[in-house]
């Protein structure tokens, strides 16, 4: 079946624009969790749902960044009034309830110049 | 709190040559570990996981770890290295019961393959 895709894959914006990213996990998959990654980095936890609840959001940076999964399927992460730090790759995953194992998008790639 | 340490950001091997990618964890609880696969503008790929049982795990394309809590470990393993390896390799870890499912990865290992 089709795995998580994320989209934009590339989005280049100027600081101080808000910028949307989605996920679409995998069908069925409870659990949705966004990280981001900065170049010469691994990932670093954000934000997490179980279906529409976000559970933990302590990976959050600060209050410009938020996320939602409304009706338990699709996440949206915004970015507001960007900053040239906040360039990196946004990467979600999907995890089916009762496993161990998250599955991976293609990620996002946002530079904000 | 739980921490992953990779020695080696770089690691280079001949084609043929074993490949050995090291992975130190810190975790208050009985950890759960993982190996992930990153190929250029791909996501991350799952390579093998350690949850509980049996502590030497075989994954995907030939590769294995071994958990070995005495030395806090779990190094990724594989007999003979293929060009098509080269890439960038994870090791993440899940304390279940601290950390929500969180997992929380090392800096990489870029592993490059010479003819």
Redesign the interface.
């Known amino acids: 079946g089709a ?2 895709s994320q989209s934009p894959r590339y989005k280049v914006t100027k600081r101080g624009q808000d910028v949307a990213l989605r996920c679409d996990p995998i069908s069925g998959h409870v ?1 949705l ?1 966004w ?1 981001r990654q900065a170049l ?6 954000l934000t ?1 749902f179980n279906y529409e609840a976000q ?2 959001k302590s ?1 959050l940076p600060n209050d410009r960044f938020s996320a939602e999964r409304p009706e338990g399927s699709i996440s949206t992460l915004t970015i507001q009034r960007t900053e040239q730090r906040d360039s990196a790759m946004y ?1 979600c ?1 999907s ?1 089916e309830a009762g496993t ?8 996002t790639r946002l530079t904000v110049l | 709190a739980q921490s992953v340490t990779q020695l080696g950001s770089h690691v280079s091997v001949s084609e043929g040559a074993l490949v050995l990618l090291r992975c130190n964890y810190s975790s208050s609880v009985p950890p759960y570990l993982f190996w992930y696969v990153q190929y250029p503008n791909q996501g991350l790929q799952l390579l093998l996981k350690y949850t509980t049982g049996a502590t030497l795990v075989k994954g995907i394309n030939g590769f294995e770890a071994e958990f070995k809590k005495s030395e806090t470990s779990f190094h990724l393993t594989k007999p003979s290295a293929h060009m098509s390896d080269a890439a960038e390799y994870f090791c993440a870890v899940i304390s279940k019961k601290s950390s929500g499912d969180k997992l929380t990865f090392g800096t990489g290992t870029r592993l490059a393959v010479r003819p």
Do not use: K, L
């Open positions: 795995g998580v659990s969790y990280y010469g980095q691994g990932p670093e936890f997490y559970q933990d990976g990467r995953a995890r161990d194992t998250q599955y991976f998008g293609p990620g």
